[in-house]
């Protein structure tokens, strides 16, 4: 399964970016898709996850009411609409699906964590100034 990312760019706080997600197949048995971050000298973390029945979503707390995922199961695509942007949110952006078999709620307790999912994009940058 490859995972095509889109939609990144640079832009000035306050602003806002989509970016896009596409998988080349569908990913049978994964129950969520999600979107991570990584920025210079940081750890990759979670940023927004949706279930694959697209009922649920969580967010971290640093992007809560400024970002919101979505998706279209018929394209298996996944897409995060960033708003009100600022610096701090300045990384490359990933887009991963799920690992199969891993249950929602066992992922979001432990917070969406990098080995919760089995197929990364390429990653696509997001830089705001």
């Known amino acids: 399964v490859q995972l095509v990312e889109s939609g990144g760019g640079s832009v000035q706080a306050g602003g806002s970016l989509r970016l896009s997600c596409e998988a080349s197949?569908?990913?049978?048995?994964?129950?969520?898709m999600g979107w991570f971050r990584q920025a210079p000298g940081k750890e990759r973390e979670a940023v927004a996850v949706?279930?694959?029945?697209?009922?649920?979503?969580w967010y971290v707390d640093s992007v809560k009411g400024r970002f919101t995922v979505s998706g279209d199961n018929l394209k298996n695509s996944v897409f995060l609409q960033m708003n009100s942007l600022n610096p701090e949110d300045t990384a490359m952006y990933y887009c991963?699906?799920?690992?199969?078999?891993?249950?929602?709620?066992?992922?979001?307790?432990?917070?969406?964590?990098?080995?919760?999912?089995?197929?990364w994009g390429q990653g696509t940058q997001v830089t705001v100034s």
């Open positions: 991963a699906v799920g690992k199969a078999g891993v249950p929602w709620n066992a992922a979001q307790a432990r917070g969406f964590m990098n080995r919760d999912f089995e197929y």
């Open positions: 197949a569908y990913t049978h048995g994964s129950n969520y």
């Open positions: 949706m279930s694959s029945a697209a009922s649920r979503t």
